[in-house]
Nanobody, 131 residues
Framework: EVRLVESGGGLVQAGGSLRLACAASGFRFESYAIGWFRQAPGKSREGLSY??????????SHARSVRGRFTVSSDNAKNTVYLQMNSLKPDDTAVYYC??????????????????????WGQGTQVTVNS
């Protein structure tokens, strides 16, 4: 059974930090790219970051909205991907999801920021940032 389980969400004051974790099981972890998304009430799902270890290069990318504040990393031995979130703002309040996608060698970064390209999703974890 394929599973992606997010953890680490919670309530934090503006300026604070959280580290989310995405534990994967049931599929060949190193063959997939793992992306982080978020969805705030009334808004569409937004791609934040991804990491692609499938070619052995640990390629990472972060959306402009979080670049310099969020960092994606992975521990392949634990089949876990992390999202370190610093300098959090009230606008970061949302449900955060991780997802797994088959890599696309000829696609640009937009592929990995598109929710429809992802095969598997976690259940999400709530992040609330108070002002």
């Amino acid at each position: 059974e394929v599973r992606l389980v997010e953890s680490g969400g919670g309530l934090v004051q503006a300026g604070g930090s959280l580290r989310l974790a995405c534990a994967a099981s049931g599929f060949r972890f190193e063959s997939y790219a793992i992306g982080w998304f978020r969805q705030a009430p009334g808004k569409s799902r937004e791609g934040l970051s991804y990491i692609n270890n499938s070619d052995g290069t640990s390629d990472t990318s972060h959306a402009r909205s979080v670049r310099g504040r969020f960092t994606v990393s992975s521990d392949n031995a634990k089949n876990t991907v992390y999202l370190q979130m610093n300098s959090l703002k009230p606008d970061d309040t949302a449900v955060y999801y991780c997802a797994a996608a088959l890599p696309c060698a000829h696609c640009d970064a937009g592929y990995y920021y598109t929710p429809a390209m992802y095969n598997y999703w976690g259940q999400g974890t709530q992040v609330t940032v108070n002002s």
